[in-house]
Each structure stands twice: as C-alpha cells, then as structure tokens.
C-alpha cells in the first residue's frame, strides 16, 4: 500500500488566463521541497499537486515531507491518502488496511465518496457505504455517526486512481512565494518584522531583509537571532538574503547633534534611505515593516508620515491593523516567537530619547535633519553593508563545490 500527499489548490483556482504561471511556480517549490527527501513524483492535475514516492527510500520519507509541504503558500488543504486501483474491492482492502492507524483513539466516525470520475460504476453514497463497511468489520468497536464523528474517511475517485484519507488539514493558504514580485523586508529581531515578512511572502512575493545593527552598542548575538529568525523564515520561502548595515556612525552623529527628541524619526528616516538603495540594487519594488499602528511612539500616524516621507518606495506595514496579541498569535504559529522574545538590544533601543516626540512635524524634523550630513554618512553606511544567504537547506560542501 502506497502512502501519497495531495496538496489542493486555495485561491489560484480562481485565477484566469495566468494560472499556468502560478501553478508552474508551486510545482517547482513542491519539487524543491521533495528533492530533499528523496526520489518523488510530484505532478499536477484536477487543481491538485501529486506527490508520490517512487522507491522504498521515499516511502519511508513522505510523511517527513508532508510536514513541509504543508507551508508551501498557495494550497487550501493538504493531506496524506492511501493509493488503490479504482475498483470497490481494492479500495475496501484499502480502507481497511490503511485506516486503524489513522482512526486510533476514534469513537466515531463518518465515510464520504467524492467521485470526479464520473464514469465510476457506483455513486458516491454507495461507494461510502460499502467503505463504512469495510471499516466496521475491520475495527468492530468504531460507531458511525454521521453528525459528529471524530473523524470523517474520504474516499476520492479520481483520473487515475482512488485516494482514502482520514481527513485533510488546513494547507498554508495564500499565493506561491514569487508570483507577485519582490519586496525588502526590515528585519530587527523583534515579534512583529518576522510576522510581516512571513504575511507578505504569503501573499506572493519574493523577501529579502535588511538588517541594521550598531555595534558595539548592539551585539553579536543580536546579528545572530536575526539570521535565525531568517532561517525560520526560510521554512515557508526557501532563501532569505539578508544584508546587514551597520547604523553606528550615523546614530553617535544624531545623539551628538540633534534634539533628543527626534533621535529615533530621524533614525529612522536614514534607514528608510537606505532600505531604498538596498532595494534598488535587488530589484526590489516595496519595502515591509512590521509596524502597528500606536504601537510606540515611532509608529503614530504623525510618526510614520514622517518616516515614509525619506522612503522613494511604497511601505507595506501588513501588521498595521492588528494588536500586539494577534501578531504575537501568528508569531507563535509560525515558529518565530521563541527566538524573537531573547533579549537582545536592538540599534531602536539604544540612544533611546527619554521624551520622543509622539506627533512630530515634518518641517521641525526636517530642521533637525539639516544639521547632519545626510549624504556622506549614509554613503559611509553603505559602503560597509554586507550579506548573508540564509537557505531552508544546507547543502553539503561537495555538493556546493560542484554547482
Ligand atoms: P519588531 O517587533 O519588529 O522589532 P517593534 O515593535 O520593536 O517591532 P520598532 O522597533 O519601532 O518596533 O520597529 C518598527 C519596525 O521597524 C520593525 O517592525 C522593523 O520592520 C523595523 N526595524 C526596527 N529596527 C530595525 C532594525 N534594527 N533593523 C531592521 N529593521 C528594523
Ligand atoms: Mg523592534
């Protein structure tokens, strides 16, 4: 008994004439994913992704794999079934093989059938019958409830071949990672960065990250955190570049020349600045933060307004709209939370004003931005940036020598 993953199409089904070009790109990330544990089909037909093992050793392996896959953005829901011939027979035997362990703990249950081959010689409420059937006489203690089982068993007749599975689960929603550009994602090290660049990837575009820090006021381990918080990001997109600037000239200058006040909107502003030219040089279209709304004093709509105003580049802010709890909800079902939460400095938190500014005024802001040379300490920043490739995968050396 063969043991396949059906992984079935969200919202590009609803895509017109450029639905080919969606499903080539989740076809190749199902690709990816499956080279890495083994030798696979991986196929699509019906607004369904196939992926089938094709030797013992992927046998072995495809439940590893369905763990993966199940982050791939663009599937509605995924699941694990069993593989028999379309015939009544095998698919009871298979039911019947197939289906204790995936019903264990189980005190009731329900059978449906779903025919998509409507040349199948029984309907679908036969098919189910003679499936809770066979599960009864193979697990006599199982009751069946239609209302509310434990578990529902599906029995899928399609093109091929016919599919059983106890259930599927929800899929990582969204649309495939790529198919809507590529945006620059500032990346600090906090709850809220990673939550907006895992919400942006979800809905298509490609994310690299920028990372400032200000050594020596922030450390080592903070650069650390953030490249594993680009690693965990790496799991719904396969490669993160994350380019590191180093702010520390640029915030002694404003601490020692500005009114404190404003250190941190005029901070921010030379990020911004050069967000755009790192963007610009990766070909990408949009910046990402992770701000909210009211957040802290930085993120007032008085403050962002200030802040944008330095950006040539839109400013996509997906956390905008939603309270700390929330994206502390996603952050935790993402798997960032953890490394988020360990304290390290971050370059916003040093050389902190003790009375920021909560409705700054352009123009006052702008004074004080006077009084810095803009041009050549961002120029000196930026000669010094630097990145790191962050891949979902190591690879081993060999085979890094031979590609
Ligand atoms: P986070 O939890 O993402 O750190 P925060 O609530 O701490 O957010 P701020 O520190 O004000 O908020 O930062 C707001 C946004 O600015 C962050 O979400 C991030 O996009 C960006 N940002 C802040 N600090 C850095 C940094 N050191 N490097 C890159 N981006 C940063
Ligand atoms: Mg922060």
Known sequence: MKEVILCKYGEIILKGANKASFESKLLKEVKRRAARYGNFSVRYMQSTVYVEPLDEAAEFSVRELYGTVKHVFGFAAVCLAAVC????????????????????????????????????????????????????????????????????????????????????EPGAGGIPVGTGGRGLLLLSGGIDSPVAGYMMMKRGLFVDAVHFESFPYTSELARDKVLKLAKLLTEYCGMVRVHVVSLTEIQEAISSTCDEPYFTILLRRFMMRLACRIAAENEADVLITGESLGQVASQ???????????????????????????????????????????????CCTVFTPRHPKTKPELDRVLAEEKKLDVASLEDAAFAKRYHVDVRQYEYKKEQNNAE
Do not use: N
Request: net charge negative; proline share 6%.
């Open 85 to 168: 011939e379309k015939e009544i027979g095998a698919i009871c035997r298979t039911a019947a093989e197939y289906l204790p362990e995936k019903l264990r703990g189980a005190v009731a249950f329900r059978a449906e059938a779903k025919r998509s081959d409507k040349r199948f010689p029984m309907t679908s409420p036969e098919v189910a019958a003679e499936v809770g059937g066979a599960i009864l006489d193979a697990m006599p203690d199982l009751k069946v409830d239609l209302d509310h089982p434990d578990v529902t068993v599906r029995v899928e007749i399609r093109d091929k071949y016919a599919y059983i599975h106890a259930g599927q």
């Open 300 to 346: 007032t709509m008085k403050a962002m307004c200030a802040t944008e105003d330095a950006s040539t580049l839109p400013i996509f802010r997906p956390c905008i709209g939603l309270d700390k709890d929330e994206i502390v909800r996603i952050s935790r079902a993402i798997g960032t939370y953890e490394t988020s939460i360990l304290p390290y400095e971050d």
